[in-house]
């Protein structure tokens, strides 16, 4: 099923831009986005898993490590996204837990293949990146993805517009803050069945949840989270929600939702 829906992407894209031919596709370079310091000094330089869809409209992964800077093949018929997730396999901690950076062709886009062309990632572009990833996956297991005149895809989206809305108020304001509070993948089936609406754009629920651990610092997943620091004889709390999130400190790593926890010791 994933495999036809990013094809489905393709060929639709290629109906969208068609206006007398396909445009070549090339490599684009690929500018890794500086990491938060409180990942560095507790984890060090992570390697990457780099998520992008080829010219024929799949979907393809490679690990880059030791700085290297990647180049992409991706089609230049539709907008299309690219996700970098870092990742420190000699802590254990594998791909997916920390949030990635990422960016959307061809709005992060400069140059082209005679200029030699690049691809600027940001902590940002990480959420679009997932959301195109979440409303493609939505629209495939949708009927109503294809019931409204123009198909509700992740090409089709305004995405000029979701990103001016993190410029304003006029999205909730801890949402604006920090975009990894939202669930995604929800926002992504309801949008696919009924359209946008930007009061969806609203905090996951969380509660607090108190735990026998250190007092910190105490790093989250997401680049735009503030490191907990609890003072010393004080209950450690921490956010939980169903899914299970992840924190590390100079001790080790927690592992926690709203019902149950771990602490793995480095």
């Not at 090339?26 to 560095?40: C, D, F, N, Q, R």
């Not at 992964?61 to 299309?80: A, C, S």
């Not at 250190?214 to 989250?220: K, L, T, V």
Request: glycine share 10%; proline share 9%.
């Amino acid at each position: 099923m994933k495999t036809f829906i990013f094809a489905l992407m393709a060929a639709a894209g290629i109906y969208v831009a068609g206006c007398g031919g396909v445009i070549p596709d090339s490599g684009y370079a690929l500018e890794l986005p500086e990491l938060p310091a409180a990942w560095v000094s507790l984890l060090g330089e992570p390697e990457w898993r780099i998520e992008w869809l080829n010219p024929q409209g799949g979907k393809e992964t490679m690990i880059v490590r030791g700085g290297v800077k990647p180049t992409v093949d991706i089609p230049q018929t539709w907008t299309n996204a690219v996700s970098a997730w870092p990742f420190w396999p000699a802590r254990g901690i594998t791909p997916g837990f920390f949030r990635p950076a990422g960016a959307l062709f061809p709005f992060d886009a400069s140059g082209d293949s005679a200029s030699g062309g690049s691809l600027r990632l940001s902590w940002k572009g990480g959420v679009d990146a997932v959301f195109y990833w979440e409303l493609a996956l939505a629209a495939a297991g949708d009927p109503a993805a294809f019931a409204s005149k123009v198909p509700r895809l992740p090409q089709h989206f305004n995405w000029p517009l979701f990103r001016e809305l993190f410029e304003t108020e006029g999205i909730n304001a801890d949402v604006r803050r920090d975009p990894w509070l939202a669930d995604w993948r929800s926002i992504a089936q309801k949008i696919v069945r009924s359209g946008f609406d930007k009061r969806r754009l609203v905090p996951e629920p969380r509660e607090e949840l108190s735990l026998p651990v250190s007092p910190g610092p105490w790093i989250g997943t997401s680049p735009f989270t503030v490191p907990l620091i609890f003072e010393d004889g004080t209950a450690a709390l921490f956010p939980a929600r169903e899914a299970v999130d992840l924190w590390v400190s100079a001790e080790g790593m927690l592992r926690c939702n709203n019902k149950v926890w771990i602490f793995l010791e480095w």
